[in-house]
């Protein structure tokens, strides 16, 4: 294997493992919004916690959370119940929405004419 090859592998996988790492933090920040705004919308004075993307992949290492929603206000267990489906909800809607996205922007045939090129 040439050297050239083994760098490109190398760009590839970071490339990826960089994208990867983005979404999943993305991911994180999106549900604790959820979180929030119910908890919002419900009056219970949340505070919203984000860490950074470096020291929240330090916190992921040590199993601490990156990202949380506190609420000082007083709750039932029904209001309780809203803000924590809120999380998931938040990210069931997302891939609800780049599912879609994905579905309706018109495909440019990028890979093809790549190939068909080389
Ligand atoms: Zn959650």
Do not use: C
């Not at 050239?4 to 592998?9: C, P």
């Not at 000082?72 to 780049?98: E, F, R």
């Amino acid at each position: 294997m040439e050297l050239r090859h083994i760098l490109a592998v190398f760009l590839k996988a970071t490339l990826i493992g960089t994208v990867l790492l983005a979404s999943w933090i993305f991911n994180v920040y999106f549900h604790e919004l959820g979180h929030f705004a119910v908890a919002g919308f419900l009056n219970l004075n949340p505070e919203l916690h984000l860490e950074g993307a470096v020291n929240g992949l330090a916190f992921a290492m040590n199993g601490e959370p990156i990202a949380w929603v506190a609420y000082s206000g007083l709750s039932t267990k029904l209001q309780d119940i809203y803000v924590t489906l809120a999380g998931p909800l938040a990210n069931l809607l997302l891939s609800a929405a780049l599912g879609i996205t994905y579905f309706i922007i018109p495909k440019k045939k990028v890979w093809q004419t790549h190939k068909l090129t080389k």
